[in-house]
């Protein structure tokens, strides 16, 4: 992240003795098996990009923290409507756990850093690892259509 343009950018933006906590969320929906009622689960999962890829893609290292669940019914005969209404309700669970992240930014946060430093961290939504589905998923588009260029 310290490379990106990005973190520059917003960071140039901050007070002085203000620290960027770039947050990453990831998503990918799981299946649970059909002897259950075909459902499936969606967790959402969060991390920080001031960690080390190296650190924070090792699972023992716990850098990725569940931070949701939505439980989806995946029946082929639902009604269209009631698709609609799931992904509403995905939009919901993801507007509920961004709520405050605003306000985080522009008040900062304490932060007790490994160094005995206390530092004022400022977090902001850096990014969202999900694959093509989860991608339509989030951007409410349809199948074959593009999250990036909008087609």
């Known amino acids: 992240f310290y490379t990106a343009d990005f973190f520059n950018d917003e960071h140039s933006k901050l007070p002085p003795g203000c620290t960027l906590v770039p947050i990453l969320f990831a998503s990918d929906s799981t299946k649970l098996a059909d002897q259950v009622g075909d459902h499936s689960l969606w967790p959402i999962y969060m991390s920080i990009g001031n960690l080390p890829a190296s650190l924070r893609s090792r699972p023992s ?11 989806t019914h995946t029946k082929s005969y639902m009604e269209e409507k009631y698709k609609a209404l799931k ?62 260029c909008e087609i």
């Not at 304490?110 to 902001?124: F, T, V």
């Open 61 to 71: 290292t716990n850098s990725w923290i569940l931070d949701g669940i939505e439980r």
């Open 87 to 148: 992904d509403d309700a995905i939009h919901g669970v993801i507007t509920v756990l961004l709520k405050d992240l605003d306000r985080f930014y522009e008040r900062g946060l304490r932060l007790d850093c490994a160094d005995g430093k206390i530092r004022n961290g400022r977090p902001i939504l850096a990014g969202w690892i999900a694959d093509y589905q989860e991608y339509n998923k989030l951007c409410q588009i349809k199948s074959m259509g593009c999250a990036v």
